[in-house]
C-alpha cells in the first residue's frame, strides 16, 4: 500500500502531524523503531509504577491559550490535567530564601516585587515581553529579531539586582540555560506560557500519546512499532520509501521525519539529493545537553502531595551551574499527582548531564555498561536527593525505590546525538543557521520536532502545525487557529 504520508518517529511532533493530517483526510503511516509509541512523551513502568521520560508540567492549556484550542481540536483537553496552584506554580530556591513564580502576569510582577521592589518597571517590561512573545509565530520578522537578541543580555541590561536575574532564569531548566548562545525568543517562549497557566496530568504522559495514537487509528491511519527505519530509497529526486532494517519498504508520496536531523539526513545515501554544504551544516549543528533524572517511589504516607514545582541551586548563578561536573549545582523536583488520597508517592528529580560524563559508555549497550557507568549513577543519585532536602528535608529516609536515567538513556531510545534533551541547540548569534525550516532539499521530505524552531509541549504542537502547512496548505491550518 502507499500512503498519502509517510511519517518517521512518533514523538509529540510526529504524532500532531499524524493526527492533524488523518483529520484532513490524508492516509497515514507513522513508524517507530522502539515497542511502544512516543518518543520522549512515553512513559515506562517500574515496579507496578509508571514514570515519565519527557513530560512534567506544560503552560499554556487555560481557556484563551494557545495550547488549549489546539489540544481542544485534537482531543487533548478530555484528558485529566490538574491545575497547579495559583499562587505559586513553581517555587525557586536559592540561598536560603525561596521566591514564588504565580499565576497570572500582574500577579506575577506583584508576587516578585515584594522580594525586589526597585524592581516592579522592570518587571513590568519582562512580562509585557512575554505576552509579546506568546503572540508572535516563530516565522514573523519580530520573532526572527528576538531569536538574534541575547537572553542574557535582555536580562542584564533590564534589571540591576543580579539575584532577580538568577531567579527569573531558575526554572529554565526546560531549555539550555546557556549565557553565550540562547536566544530572547526561545527563553521567552519556554517562560510564557506557564504563567498563563501550569498543569499536570493526573497519570503519565502515556495517557496523551495514547490518545493521539487512538485518535489516528480512529480515523484510519496506521501507528507500527519495531519499525527501525535505516534507509530512505529515493527516485527521481524524491524519497519514494522507507526502509526498516527487517527489510520492510513503505511508500508514500510525502515523507515527514520526527527524528533528529542529523539521523534523518543520515539515512540518506550520498548522492546529488543532498549538496555536501547542507549535509556540513546539518552535521556541524550543536546539541544542547541532556538530563539525568532519579525517579523516586517514596514510602506510604511520609509526603504530602504539592502541587506546584520546586527548583533548587546550591550556587546563586544559575547561569553556570550546569558546566560543573563535580557536585549537582541546581535541580527541578516534580510530583506526580496521586491517583489516590493525598500522599506523595512519586517525585522526579532532573538536572542537566553533560555528554562528556556518558562518553565511555557511548558505544556500549544497555545492560553492558559495568559497574563504573552504575556507580556514576548511584553517586549523581545521592548529589540530587542531598540537593533536594533543603526544599525537602529528610526526604532520603523517605525513599523506598529509585531509578535513574541518564542522556545515553534518551540516546539509546530517541536516537537524539549526544542524548540532547532539546535538540539543535540555539543560537542568537547566529539564527540563520540554527534555527531549521520544515522544509529540505528533498520536495517530498519534511521535518518536525523540537530541532527546528521550538521546543516543549507547545513549541513542538506549533511546529507540526506548520510542517502540515507544507502538505495541505494554509487555509486549513489557519482555520484551526482561527477556532482558538
Known sequence: MKY??????????????????????????????QAQPGGCMQSYQRGGFSFDTGLHYIGGLAEGQRLHGIFSYLGLMKLPWVRLDADGFDLVTIGN?????????????????????????????????????????PTTDDAYQLFGTSAYQYLTSTFHDPLLVNVLSATALKMELRQESLPLFTFAHGMSSFIGSSWR?????????NSLVNDIRRLGGEVICHADVNQLAEKEGRIVAAQCGNGELYEGDMFISDAHPQVTFSWLDESRMIKNMFRRRINAMENSFGMFTVSLVLKQGVLPYFNHNKYVYNKPDVWTFYNDTDSIGGLMLSCRVPENGNDARQIDLMTPMPWTMCEP???????????????LKDHLADECIHLAERVIPELQGMVEKRYTSTPLTYRDYSLTPCGSAYGVRKDWRSPLTTILSPRTPIPNLLLTGQSLMLHGVEGVTMTALRTCTEIVGKDYVNKILTQI
Do not use: N
Open 4 to 33: 498519502d504520508v509517510v511519517i518517521i518517529g512518533s514523538g509529540l511532533g510526529g504524532l500532531v502531524c499524524g493526527s492533524l493530517l488523518a483529520r484532513y483526510g490524508k492516509s497515514v503511516l507513522i513508524l517507530e523503531r
Open 97 to 137: 530564601d525561596t521566591f514564588a513564580f504565580a499565576e497570572g502576569h500582574d500577579r506575577f510582577v506583584d508576587t516578585l516585587t515584594q522580594h525586589f521592589p526597585q524592581e516592579r518597571e522592570g518587571l513590568q517590561q519582562y512580562v509585557s515581553m512575554l505576552q509579546q512573545v506568546d503572540a508572535l509565530s
Open 201 to 209: 496530568l493526573r497519570g503519565s504522559g502515556q495517557l496523551l500519546v
Open 361 to 375: 559508555w557511548k558505544d556500549t549497550t544497555v545492560g553492558h555498561r559495568g559497574k563504573e557507568y552504575e556507580r
